[in-house]
């Protein structure tokens, strides 16, 4: 408990943007954030006052850090399980969500096991310890199949996709000898990629945002469409229930991000994210409750917040240009603003490198084409300080 506020200290293991957004966060709640960040120019680190030094796969950094917050949560998945175990079995400190739970988001195939068991909807899976594993697939249910490392990927590193036994061959050896733990899907035929955004408690409470659009380009999330687009009011109940049925079967506490596909079978659960995740990026803006707030609101086991939609949102990533551009990020602030003052931007504090998550843009308003326009437009001007052809000053399409 922090004496000078009388209200908790919650710790956040990770020091990059989704602890920076929870600190802010934090700071209207008068919640005191403390972040282990591994390096003081971690964009958390950058603006969060109460900042511990140390790496999330040090045991005894992780414990010193973990005995002076009243809670324990996290802004990526990739703390070792044994030492969260170890945490939780000789400590009081409450581990939101739990490492139980956290091991279904570190690992894709225990996750596939434990869904699949339970009849949750998922493609065809098996496991991968030798080459012949990806073949026998392959061969059972046609090629392209999707390879994944189990754990550690993410924006699409870690997923290959395959397209005949030779290149199986030539591919499925050297990760294993690398020591990377492999799976095996059946490609999905989808209409687009949706995600259901929730929140549990630990009293249970659960809550759900609109379900949202997300489109991606090579692998990383490019844009989120909030509400998703000419979605029937039947495969929104039965996205939410789905990720909140999930939420409670594996005792999450916290956000939970249920990636799901859309396809002509019905909904296909993809990814999961046990934390505020960038699908949740337009609650900043278009939301009652933003996921970050949610997420304290969760982890601190207080009543959970509104998730009603302010207005239609569409959310786009900053991302790093090829080149960085000749024009510093200061003056591509001042004429983004003169063209588009509605502009909601919100960026890491991260040094520019291609490809690299910088920030993100919101637009609210009523045509998704429009905000679809403005919000691309605003988020290469941003990286690349060049606008795009084909659009007016307006950002409409001409």
């Known amino acids: 408990m922090d004496p000078r506020?009388?209200?908790?200290?919650?710790?956040?293991?990770?020091?990059?943007?989704?602890?920076?957004m929870t600190h802010q966060a934090a700071i209207a709640?008068?919640?005191?954030?403390?972040?282990?960040?591994?390096?003081?120019?971690?964009?958390?680190?950058?603006?969060t006052p109460d900042v511990t030094i140390g790496q999330h796969t040090d045991f005894e950094a992780l414990l010193a850090f973990a005995k002076t917050v009243d809670v324990l949560t996290f802004d990526h998945e990739h703390v070792p399980g044994e030492h969260l175990l170890a945490i939780a079995m000789n400590t009081d400190i409450p581990i939101r969500p739990g490492p139980?739970?956290?091991?279904?988001?570190?690992?894709k195939l225990i996750m596939r096991e434990r869904l699949a068991a339970e009849d949750y909807p998922c493609p065809p899976f098996a496991e991968v310890s030798e080459v012949d594993d990806v073949l026998k697939f392959g061969a059972e249910h046609s090629w392209p199949v999707v390879l994944k490392a189990a754990s550690g990927g993410y924006d699409g590193k870690g997923v290959w996709m395959l397209g005949s036994d030779v290149e199986a061959r030539e591919l499925v050896p050297e990760l294993l000898a690398a020591g990377t733990p492999l799976m095996v899907e059946r490609r999905v035929e989808m209409r687009r990629e949706l995600c259901a955004?929730?929140?549990?408690?630990?009293?249970?409470?659960?809550?759900?945002?609109?379900?949202v659009e997300t489109v991606q380009s090579d692998g990383i999330n490019t844009e989120v469409l909030a509400p998703a687009p000419g979605l029937t009011a039947r495969k929104v109940h039965e996205a939410q229930d789905l990720a909140l049925r999930i939420a409670?079967?594996?005792?999450?506490?916290?956000?939970?991000?249920?990636?799901?596909?859309?396809?002509?079978?019905?909904?296909?659960?993809?990814?999961?994210?046990?934390?505020?995740?960038?699908?949740?990026?337009?609650?900043?803006?278009?939301s009652r409750t933003s996921q970050f707030e949610q997420h304290l609101r969760a982890v601190l086991d207080y009543p959970l917040g509104s998730t009603e939609l302010v207005a239609p949102t569409v959310m786009a990533n900053v991302l790093g240009a090829p080149e960085l551009p000749e024009m510093g990020p200061d003056e591509r602030l001042h004429h983004l603003f003169a063209r588009f003052p509605d502009a909601r931007v919100h960026l890491y504090g991260k040094a520019e490198r291609s490809g690299r998550k910088l920030g993100?843009?919101?637009f609210t308003g009523r045509e998704m084409d429009e905000l679809r326009s403005r919000a691309k437009l605003a988020a290469h001007w941003l990286s690349h300080a060049e606008w795009l052809d084909g659009y007016d000053i307006h950002g409409h399409a001409q």
Do not use: K, Y
């Open 100 to 107: 139980d739970a956290l091991a279904f988001a570190q690992n």
């Open 5 to 20: 506020t009388g209200l908790p200290v919650v710790g956040m293991v990770g020091g990059g943007q989704l602890a920076r």
């Open 360 to 362: 993100h843009v919101n």
């Open 29 to 47: 709640l008068g919640q005191s954030l403390r972040v282990l960040a591994p390096d003081p120019d971690d964009a958390a680190a950058m603006v």
């Open 197 to 211: 955004l929730v929140a549990r408690s630990p009293f249970g409470q659960g809550a759900a945002w609109p379900v």
């Open 248 to 286: 409670d079967a594996l005792g999450v506490v916290g956000v939970l991000a249920v990636e799901l596909f859309d396809s002509d079978g019905g909904l296909i659960v993809n990814e999961l994210a046990m934390r505020p995740h960038n699908s949740g990026h337009w609650t900043m803006d278009g």
